[in-house]
């Protein structure tokens, strides 16, 4: 089935600097791509999300990008602030329907 | 609008009680989702729900999980007998299925179950 994973468990940045998020996903018709971001004691806040029609999507202080070749997208945040640290996910649909899979999460800390 | 509302916040049970969930999803929201969320195995979709029909089930890990949405407004995620292994944090989610995409998915506040 759909399994969709993300390269590093935990991302240190410097206040000020851009990060870069990544993850890996397995079903090669998924065509919807959703980042969330999930805050201590909160539920998952949708930040950005990509058709697989496009490679690159710009929001606010964010990037979404997206390789169908290798199955693989990135979501950078420019300028990250401490209000970034939290765990990010991406998610695929499964191309039925409104499922979506989620990736293992990775926890940003920005330090200071 | 409030956002999905989910109830309760906490609940801790004993070891084979029954434990109910409660969702109500934002109002005109035709897709209802239930998610369970653990340090090991991350956000698991359970069973979601279209036009308060249920769609897909698979993720409900046995017959002991039952949902149900007898209306457009609310959903319940039951557990009986409750056992230790399902402590987590269970979210509600909703969505409207746009012209493009599949919509984007707005969870509640999650319900933190731990059984003892």
């Known amino acids: 089935g759909e399994s969709v994973g993300l390269h590093l468990p935990t991302l240190s940045v410097q206040e000020g600097d851009n990060s870069i998020i990544n993850c890996a996903y397995s079903?090669?018709?998924?065509?919807?791509f959703i980042w969330y971001k999930q805050e201590s004691g909160k539920g998952p806040q949708f930040i950005i999300d990509?058709?697989?029609?496009?490679d690159k999507r710009q929001g606010q202080r964010v990037t979404v990008l997206l390789n169908k070749t290798v199955k693989h997208l990135s979501l950078q945040i420019a300028a990250t602030q401490p209000g970034d640290s939290a765990v990010y996910f991406c998610?695929?649909?499964?191309?039925?329907?409104?499922?979506?899979?989620f990736g293992g999460g990775t926890r940003l800390m920005v330090k200071p | 609008d409030a956002g999905v509302i989910q109830s309760p916040r906490h609940e801790v049970t004993e070891m084979g009680q029954e434990v109910t969930l409660r969702c109500k999803p934002i109002?005109?929201?035709?897709?209802l989702f239930w998610y369970r969320q653990t340090m090991m195995r991350g956000l698991e979709l359970l069973i979601y729900f279209n036009n308060n029909v249920p769609i897909d089930d698979s993720g409900m890990p046995e017959d002991r999980f039952s949902a149900k949405m007898p209306n457009a407004s609310f959903s319940t995620l039951k557990i009986q007998p409750s056992e230790p292994r399902d402590s987590a944090v269970y979210f509600c989610?909703?969505?409207?299925?746009?012209?493009?995409?599949?919509?984007?998915?707005?969870f509640g506040p999650g319900t933190r179950l731990t059984v003892t």
């Open positions: 989610a909703s969505s409207l299925e746009g012209t493009v995409g599949y919509g984007e998915q707005y």
């Open positions: 109002s005109g929201h035709d897709y």
């Open positions: 998610a695929a649909d499964n191309n039925a329907g409104n499922m979506l899979t």
């Open positions: 079903n090669s018709a998924s065509d919807y």
């Open positions: 990509i058709r697989s029609n496009m």
